[in-house]
């Protein structure tokens, strides 16, 4: 028994000075190790791929017990480069519980990627690597002596796997190793660290583990580990993980080869089974369906935004009226027309006046027509200034009094109609009329002041301009000119 103990012992330091003939890049690289470490072609290589869909939860894992972990050893660490690696050394006060027995830490080690690089982890989870995995290796005392004695023994070995991603601070616990690695920056170079709180380099909640049986990540590749491999992660900041990928060399001297990329691919899983001590919180939704909808609901925000800008926009701006149409609501009394529209003589007929109001109609007119008389020329409009009664020009049809009832009068020379000099700031029934019925002749009949048999257009054209042809929608003159005559009332009849 002695004497197999020392060959395992020789196989062990012979591989280790085998380290200068592998790489993990190159012609001795990670591809070619199976030619010279056989083992490292076995079915049940690590690392592996952990796909959360394809775990078997097991309850029955018990959570991991650090012992040691957060007592400072009294005596220094050794920290050494050796070529693959940066590798700490570990006081054999560190123990795990918690595994089918007894594993005494020996060493931890780190692995990253190229420089600038974010995936430098051996571990993936769904196929994701971290910048960088850092390894505790233990073995187990109850069986066995060493590291070395059990190195090659079934479940000989307990690595616990930290995936390590970047964050926005600098990990003061991780600065114990980082901060002395210019002092190991060539091959087989040593120095001695302080003690301090390794159990601070776990990640939190170590009761969220993956397991499972593998080996070593490099050669000979011992199937020999039982892996434990943790849910969450811990941090370090983009300084810190650039100073590890940028210090170190694989060389001892010149040329110098800088340490970068020793993280072995992930190998097959095989028919092994990972297990995990607690339920996987299942997504709703894969990536891409979760990108579509946020892009959805991106889309339909700005839509909403858009709607509720526009529709404040046409509550604060409301448009304004056609030119050519009087709006109802500025207009409370009933919409203007020519006097013999079919709305008009349907509006007579409803309405049937009383006798007074008969009266009232007949004086007013007889009033209009000796003030005609008095003041009017040849076209009734003298050099005063005075009106024309509808009822004694004609051409209005026969409701020669409709114009004299609505208060306005019409300059047969201008072309422009007028309200009433005697007509108060009310129309008929006290209601507001806020608009002036403009009509529109022909430059020969403002001349003349003729148009015979020819009703006014009614419009609400909104304050004539003295002298301004009246356009219609298109932009044109429609002939003759909208004007107010000096002296004659607002434009807006009340």
Not at 87 to 102: A, D, F, I, N
Request: one cysteine or more; glycine letters at 10%; charged letters at 20%.
């Amino acid at each position: 028994m002695l004497v197999f103990t020392l060959l395992l012992e020789v196989i062990w330091i012979l591989a280790a000075e085998a380290g200068q003939h592998w790489t993990h890049e190159g012609p001795h690289g990670q591809d070619h190790w199976p030619a010279s470490y056989p083992e490292c072609g076995s079915n049940a290589q690590s690392p592996i791929n952990i796909q959360t869909d394809s775990v078997t939860f097991d309850p029955e894992l018990p959570a991991l017990q650090p012992h040691g972990y957060d007592q400072p050893s009294t005596e220094p660490l050794d920290l050494h480069n050796n070529g693959h690696t940066v590798q700490l050394s570990l006081p054999p006060t560190m123990y795990l519980e918690g595994l089918p027995r007894k594993y005494v830490a020996a060493q931890l080690h780190l692995h990253w990627g190229e420089t600038g690089s974010l995936g430098g982890s051996e571990h993936q989870i769904n196929s994701e690597a971290t910048a960088a995995e850092l390894h505790i290796v233990h073995y187990d005392s109850d069986s066995y002596d060493s590291l070395s004695e059990a190195a090659s023994k079934p479940q000989g070995l307990a690595v616990l796997g930290i995936l390590i991603e970047v964050g926005e601070t600098k990990n003061p616990v991780y600065e114990h190793i980082l901060s002395h690695l210019h002092e190991i920056r060539h091959k087989d170079q040593k120095t001695s660290v302080p003690p301090f709180n390794v159990g601070e380099l776990l990640p939190p909640q170590l009761d969220q583990f993956f397991r499972y049986n593998g080996s070593l990540t490099t050669p000979p590749c011992y199937q020999s580990v039982l892996w434990t491999v943790f849910n969450r992660r811990a941090q370090i900041s983009m300084g810190q993980l650039e100073e590890l990928q940028e210090t170190l060399f694989s060389t001892e001297e010149e040329p110098s080869k800088l340490l970068v990329q020793n993280y072995r691919a992930p190998q097959p899983l095989n028919q092994r089974t990972v297990f995990a001590s607690f339920i996987q919180a299942e997504s709703l939704y894969t990536a891409g369906e979760m990108l579509s909808l946020g892009v959805g609901i991106l889309v339909g925000c700005l839509c909403l935004l858009l709607a509720v800008y526009f529709i404040a926009r046409k509550i604060r701006l409301p448009s304004s009226p056609s030119p050519f149409r009087i709006s109802r609501s500025l207009a409370p009394s009933r919409v203007l027309s020519t006097p013999n529209s079919p709305r008009d003589q349907d509006d007579d007929a409803k309405r049937v006046p009383s006798h007074s109001d008969q009266e009232k109609r007949k004086g007013r007119a007889e009033s209009d027509e000796s003030a005609s008389e008095k003041h009017g020329g040849p076209h009734g409009w003298a050099a005063g200034g005075g009106v024309e009664s509808p009822a004694k020009r004609g051409g209005w049809g026969e409701d020669a009094s409709w114009g004299v009832r609505l208060g306005w009068r019409r300059d047969p020379v201008r072309g422009a109609v007028q309200c009433h000099p005697r007509t108060p700031g009310k129309g008929r029934g006290g209601t507001p009329k806020p608009q002036i019925l403009v009509r529109a002749t022909s430059s020969t009949e403002a001349e003349e002041g003729t148009n015979p048999g020819r009703s006014p257009m009614a419009t609400s054209h909104p304050i004539p301009t003295p002298g301004r042809p009246m356009e219609n929608r298109r932009g044109r003159s429609r002939g003759g000119r909208a004007v107010l005559p000096a002296g004659s009332c607002s434009p807006f009849a009340y």
